[in-house]
């Protein structure tokens, strides 16, 4: 919710999911915390983001919305009550290896947006945090084999290189930019009432002139040479992903063929 805007979002155990708005991914970054990366109905990214923030027993959340302009929104619960859970058996917390193995898919879709997609700081801090926690695990108390955490942490460390290079793309870019391309939008909030259907046109005529600007800060040239960096980071996180999904199935302790820890993939 935010303004006088109202739908539903539902939330899929296979990370997916909907609202009238568009389709989305979801991704936990810890159990009251989720990023969303939306999408077009074709299926690309559409450039939005949100990241919300849910109440101890998720009956409403709060948080922002990254698209053209940043926006507050809020929500709430519809629907029956969640179950309460049984505290007899609590159940053991995940370790990093299971929560790197659910979670690859979707940390590989956020790390790879486009050049003018808004992306979350909190994308790159949940792999720093993960990263931390698989190589305190592998100290302690592994859950896995050691080959498997070396090729885990090695996926960590490409998403962080890949993290790096788009970063150091969108800064150069950004010092090469003209005076007056800065977002010079406002943020009222729209309220309901006589005046609200002209406050949305005046609203979507600005989004529509941001949306503009924004595609436009990156040249087509720009857009393409990073797809097809993409597509080469694409594969190399899936074949470590893959990799790494093997050590765990089958328990192997041969050594692993990981990609250096920081090795970008050849062009």
């Given at each position: 919710e935010h303004g006088p805007v109202h739908y539903d979002l539902t939330f899929k155990a296979d990370?997916?999911?909907?609202s009238a708005k568009?389709?989305?991914?979801?991704?936990?970054?810890n159990t009251q915390v989720v990023d969303i990366t939306w999408f077009k109905?074709?299926?690309?990214?559409n450039g939005a983001t949100s990241e919300l923030t849910f109440s101890a027993d998720y009956s409403t959340y709060s948080g922002t919305n990254h698209d053209a302009k940043t926006i507050e929104v809020h929500g709430h619960r519809v629907g029956g009550a969640i179950a309460a859970q049984s505290v007899a058996a609590p159940a053991a917390p995940a370790s990093a290896i299971d929560t790197i193995a659910d979670t690859a898919p979707a940390t590989t879709t956020s790390v790879l947006v486009p050049l003018d997609a808004k992306q979350p700081p909190s994308v790159r801090a949940g792999i720093t945090t993960l990263r931390e926690k698989l190589l305190d695990e592998a100290a302690k108390a592994p859950a896995s084999s050691p080959d498997t955490y070396k090729v885990a942490v090695a996926l960590c460390d490409s998403w962080l290189a890949a993290l790096d290079e788009r970063d150091k793309t969108v800064a150069s870019q950004a010092r090469s930019q003209p005076m007056g391309t800065a977002d010079m939008d406002s943020s009222k909030a729209v309220h309901p009432g006589p005046?609200?259907?002209?406050?949305e046109a005046i609203d979507a005529k600005k989004k529509k002139q941001n949306d503009a600007k924004e595609n436009a800060f990156f040249s087509d040239a720009q857009k393409q040479q990073w797809l097809q960096r993409c597509a080469l980071w694409q594969k190399q996180l899936d074949q470590l992903y893959s990799q790494m999904g093997d050590l765990r199935r089958k328990g192997m302790t041969a050594p692993a063929t990981a990609t250096p820890a920081g090795a970008l993939p050849t062009p």
């Open positions: 990370g997916s999911g909907r568009s389709p989305f991914k979801w991704q936990a970054v109905d074709s299926g690309e990214p005046m609200a259907l002209e406050q």
